[in-house]
């Protein structure tokens, strides 16, 4: 199992600038990819952006492209999402989520892939 914890979160203005940090202990060499999703109120889980472990470059949400940047440092099992130019519709609930293996046949975006996730983290934009 690998345990997932989320942090940096909060509420910003539109066209502001958010971190968000995910932690990843346990069984981390078995990760196969990792990867951010949201769920806004009345929504479906959207992945937003998924990188495999060990190599190849990150997949983004159409809707987020240009303005977020996932980066992973495997040394310390981290994975940090860098989001700027905040829009009012990116408010949702943010998950951390790893790929244990096992969907190897679904998109790496798909939330049916991941196998573990965090308890999540909220991000509010105003306008």
């Known amino acids: 199992q690998v345990q997932l914890v989320e942090s940096g979160g909060g509420s910003v203005q539109a066209g502001g600038s958010l971190r968000l940090s995910c932690a990843a202990s346990?069984?981390?060499?078995?990760?196969?990819?990792i990867g951010w999703f949201r769920q806004a109120p009345t929504k479906g889980r959207e992945g937003v952006s998924t990188?495999?472990?060990?190599?190849?470059?990150?997949v983004y949400a159409d809707t987020v492209k240009s303005r977020f940047t996932l980066s992973q440092d495997n040394a310390k099992n981290t994975m940090n999402l860098q989001m700027n130019s905040l829009k009012p519709e990116d408010t949702a609930m943010y998950y951390c989520?790893?790929?244990?293996?096992?969907?190897?046949?679904?998109?790496?975006?798909?939330?049916?892939?991941?196998?573990?996730w965090g308890q999540g983290t909220q991000v509010t934009v105003s306008s």
């Open positions: 990188i495999y472990i060990g190599g190849g470059g990150a």
């Open positions: 989520a790893a790929d244990l293996g096992g969907g190897d046949w679904l998109l790496p975006t798909d939330p049916r892939r991941f196998n573990s």
């Open positions: 346990g069984y981390t060499s078995d990760l196969k990819l």
